[in-house]
């Protein structure tokens, strides 16, 4: 597979397919440059060579055609600012209108392309609809590693139409780090699962059960874990269905001899909300009408423990609802001990997702080893999965 590094651009126009699914707030403002930053050095690449860009990506989940508030335009200024360059803005991302302004595209020059979700053809992998973005450019080049996973048009059928493509600066570190996980990681080698559901992570727990010393579990997913084990966990998340796989995978952890490290005690409220009343409660006696919404203060110290002297960590979701002050402590607490196990030397991966947001609010994200941009992605090529959008790139 080639590498943007691979190429000269100079007097070539890139189609360069980004990941700026960005969160916005109510008044259309960028709250998480993060993925934007991740994209500058492979733009940058390109316009250093000669060459012109021609940026597309999608935004949320409309429903059925264009909606104001999923439109690319709001990221207009922010892009403008940071490249120093005035983006050019398509309001489409097919049609004659929109391969004029690709065809007047001068070198140093870059465009922004409408939200390719706008049209149904981009999430179901039409060809006629991937040929029609293919004649914007010269050169195909992916750096959205955070939508690898999908086989659309834009990601993974749009290659075919290029004899010239490569992966941007993010695609290529997300795999080179993901591997450095996966293949011969330095030991101890220590995951962090944490988000509401086991059943969202049971193909990368199962995966990892093969690979780490430690698995910590934390987040809502861990009062399954009790409850399977016979715990009283009184109005706690649960997921009724997966008591018998919780047992499993304790099983399997003891058989790969794996140290499965549940949180030893909870923060509990008396109902969802920042300003509920709160207590400490151990994990296996919740009082009815109480539920856990954080891990609690001895969960913390012995996470503590554990994190700061691996060698590597994964981590990929947080410890509670980390969104509310109420509840963050523990999700800093994790934060703070990957934090010192890079200080440490360790190699410390924080896997896409709420995990990105945690680490980024706590003021860590740049003293980790790598942030990942793309949750999902992450973990599927983590599961063995083969990624449309990688795989596109390798033919």
Request: hydrophobic share 40%; net charge negative.
């Amino acid at each position: 597979m080639h590498t943007i590094d691979d190429f000269n651009f100079k007097d070539k126009k890139a189609l360069l397919r980004v990941d700026f699914n960005v969160p916005l707030n109510d008044n259309n403002e960028i709250t998480d440059f993060t993925r934007i930053s991740a994209a500058e050095p492979t733009i940058r690449k390109i316009l250093d060579d000669g060459g012109a860009v021609i940026l597309m990506s999608h935004l949320g989940r409309p429903i059925s055609g264009p909606e104001e508030k999923y439109s690319l335009k709001h990221l207009l200024d922010t892009l403008t600012e940071r490249l120093g360059v005035e983006v050019q803005f398509a309001e489409d991302c097919l049609g004659n209108e929109v391969e004029k302004q690709a065809a007047d595209l001068k070198n140093g020059q870059v465009l922004l392309l409408e939200n390719l979700r706008f049209h149904d053809e981009e999430k179901q992998g039409d060809e006629n609809f991937a040929a029609s973005l293919a004649r914007l450019g010269d050169i195909y080049v992916n750096d959205a590693f955070g939508t690898a996973h999908r086989a659309h048009a834009s990601t993974a059928v749009i290659a075919k139409f290029f004899t010239e493509k490569a992966c941007g600066y993010v695609m290529s570190a997300e795999l080179k780090n993901a591997n450095k996980v996966l293949s011969k990681p330095k030991r101890p080698f220590t995951a962090i699962m944490g988000g509401a559901k086991v059943s969202d992570k049971m193909l990368i727990i199962e995966k990892l059960l093969d690979k780490v010393d430690n698995l910590i579990i934390g987040g809502a997913m861990a009062y399954t874990f009790f409850k399977a084990l016979g715990g009283n966990i009184g109005s706690s998340l649960v997921e009724e269905d997966k008591l018998d796989l919780a047992k499993e995978i304790i099983q399997m952890a003891k058989e790969k001899g794996v140290s499965l490290e549940l949180p030893i005690d909870s923060v509990i409220a008396d109902e969802f909300s920042p300003d509920a009343n709160t207590r400490i409660s151990d994990n296996i006696s919740i009082p009815d009408g109480w539920m856990g919404m954080d891990i609690g203060p001895d969960a913390q110290e012995v996470f503590r423990r554990i994190i700061s002297r691996s060698a590597t960590v994964l981590w990929n979701g947080p410890m509670g609802v980390f969104e509310m002050p109420a509840f963050a402590e523990g999700t800093r607490a994790v934060a703070k001990a990957v934090r010192d196990a890079t200080e440490f030397g360790g190699f410390t991966l924080i896997g896409g997702g709420d995990s990105v947001a945690a680490i980024n609010q706590f003021g860590y994200g740049d003293k980790v080893s790598y942030v990942s941009t793309g949750g999902g992605a992450l973990l599927e090529y983590m599961e063995g999965k083969i990624l449309p959008g990688v795989a596109a790139l390798e033919e």
